[in-house]
């Protein structure tokens, strides 16, 4: 059987395949840990799916969520990998507005685990650029998925969503430092130029954030999201040092590079 995290990342490529199918990829892109370890080679499940959406009205998406979410076809798909019910949100209660539509999903398994995620779309604006490319193979492979096309940020979209999140969170990740150190190894980032956006304070801030993060926070929220051989990699004070190193290291280069 599959450990949680690799139910619950089935669960969500299981429901990108049918929004996909029905949604143009002109309109969403897959953001966070999602794209990160989607496309990007991350070790790290992610505990929820996050999507931009573009111009579809709040009625249309909230439809078409919840005829996937409700569909006897999903629920079957979701049995071959060990949830016995995809449990639906009440969306007389579900946070839908202009800005944000939220569908908390609680997925039971057939050993009587209750596995809760949730599914996000934010129209605070899409950010470029984007694009749409298959979901890598091994990924796809654990659960004998044929290939998958998503739309979803690149890995300069990528980082940049993570800067500003240490920036702007009122407390900061672990989960955005190891997501930008994932990130780093991308051949596109080289010549990353922050200062087009960020302030040197902003930037700063940013930095001075990454300190703050302590390992007890990355062993809590990020190694437990690791599959059991990778635990074994990530799970030290120094290996979080050096992963500290590399993101903070980038930030410099885009910081310098921007002149």
């Known amino acids: 059987m599959l450990p949680p995290v ?10 990108l395949r049918a929004f996909t199918s029905s949604v143009p990829a002109e309109y969403f892109s897959v953001k966070g840990g999602c794209n990160l ?25 909230r439809d078409k969520v919840m005829s996937i979410l409700e569909s006897g076809g999903l ?12 449990r639906p949100p009440n969306i007389s ?16 398994t057939t050993s009587g685990e209750d596995l809760p995620t949730k599914i996000e779309f934010s129209r605070r604006g899409m950010d470029q650029p984007i694009r749409a490319e298959p979901v890598r193979p091994e990924v796809l492979e ?14 300069d979209a990528a980082a940049r969503q993570k800067i500003r999140a240490l920036i702007g969170r009122p407390v900061p990740q672990a989960r955005d430092v190891f997501d930008l150190y994932v ?21 700063g801030a940013a930095l001075t954030n990454i300190y703050s993060v302590e390992y007890e926070q990355f062993r809590d929220t990020v190694v ?28 410099e280069q885009g910081l310098r590079d921007g002149g």
Request: charged fraction near 25%.
């Open 6 to 15: 690799a139910m619950v990342e089935a669960f969500h490529l299981t429901f």
């Open 37 to 61: 370890r989607f496309f990007f080679g991350s070790d790290r499940y992610s505990e929820d799916l996050d999507l931009d959406v573009g111009e579809l009205p709040v009625h249309q998406i």
């Open 75 to 86: 629920n079957a798909t979701a049995s071959t990998y060990g949830i016995a019910r995809v």
């Open 93 to 108: 209660k579900a946070k839908q507005t202009e800005t944000v539509q939220r569908f908390k999903v609680h997925l039971e």
């Open 142 to 155: 654990a659960y004998r998925m044929p290939s998958l096309i998503l739309p979803h940020y690149t890995a």
């Open 183 to 203: 990130l780093s190894a991308q051949p596109e980032l080289r010549e990353l130029d922050l200062r087009s956006e960020f302030s040197r304070e902003g930037l």
């Open 224 to 251: 437990s999201f690791l599959s059991p051989e990778n635990q074994e990699r990530y799970e030290s004070k120094v290996r979080w040092d050096q992963i500290r190193l590399v993101a903070i290291s980038l930030i």
